[in-house]
């Protein structure tokens, strides 16, 4: 599975960001989806995920309220979008993807990463 990211950029805090990710070389649905990130000089941490099969959706609780995670199963993509960024929220995104059975959370749990797209949020 490869996984290409996109979006991202220079967002003014109080605003809106949206980074997507497009999948190929697998099956889409049967593939859990899922965003981190990873902050200058800390580890990367879990954003939001989405499951395959029903598209239940989990988040961080930094991001809880404000972010939302979803995947278009016919273009084999996955969205982020979240509102009211901060400066906390300046970290290259990652799109990442699952394919074993069950839920993570954790970098380890997921086999397949993009290769990152960088958002800075300014004050």
């Known amino acids: 599975v490869q996984l290409q990211a996109s979006g991202g950029g220079l967002v003014e805090a109080g605003d809106s960001l949206t980074v997507s990710c497009a999948a190929s070389g697998g099956t889409f649905t049967d593939l859990d989806m899922g965003w981190f990130r990873q902050a200058p000089g800390k580890e990367r941490e879990f954003v939001a995920i989405i499951r395959r099969y029903n598209g239940l959706t989990y988040y961080h609780s930094s991001v809880e309220g404000r972010a939302t995670i979803s995947r278009d199963n016919a273009k084999n993509t996955v969205t982020l979008q979240m509102n009211k960024v901060q400066p906390e929220d300046t970290a290259i995104y990652y799109c990442?993807?699952?394919?074993?059975?069950?839920?993570?959370?954790?970098?380890?749990?997921?086999?397949?990463w993009g290769q990152g797209t960088l958002v800075t949020v300014s004050s």
């Open positions: 990442a993807a699952r394919s074993q059975p069950g839920i993570s959370r954790s970098t380890q749990g997921y086999s397949y």
